[in-house]
């Protein structure tokens, strides 16, 4: 992804990217108040969606987080949740795409999203991938506080 922190090859699909989907996703996601900014097919990921989480979520040790999409025509998908920290990096990401290291679907967890990761099921529905993935990082910025 972005960061460099990930092999291009593990995200890829081989199918095109689902623009479209992305301008839906970006319309959604640009009503809710827990984004700072949300960049359209930036110059370094022309394929991607990212979406910049507000900082008040955030506890000071934590100076940025960003939630990465991709879509593809198919149906496949890359959803990379990053945040940086005083101390280092958290990577999360949820997949769906022809993988030699796991099954189509599959997680990469937290907090530093090995590959292989863990072989799962994701909703069909965009919809719902979407919400189970925004509901997981809300639980993660909820717990910066709890503790």
Known sequence: MTG???DASDSSSGAPIDFDRLDVIQARL???????????QPAFAPDHL?????????PDSVRSARLEVVWF???DFTL??????????????????????NARDHIHP????????EDTSHPSDWRD???MVLSEIEDRQRAFWER
């Not at 910049?52 to 955030?58: A, E, L, N």
């Open 73 to 75: 025509e198919n149906g």
């Open 80 to 101: 990379h949740y990053h945040e940086e920290h005083e101390t280092g990096e958290y990577d999360h990401r949820w997949d769906r795409h022809p993988s030699d290291h």
């Open 50 to 58: 990212v979406c910049v989480y507000d900082q008040r979520f955030y």
């Open 4 to 6: 460099g922190d990930t």
């Open 110 to 117: 937290g907090p530093d999203a090995p590959t292989p990761g």
């Open 30 to 40: 640009a009503a809710s108040d827990r984004f700072s900014r949300i960049d359209d």
């Open 129 to 131: 991938i979407l919400s």
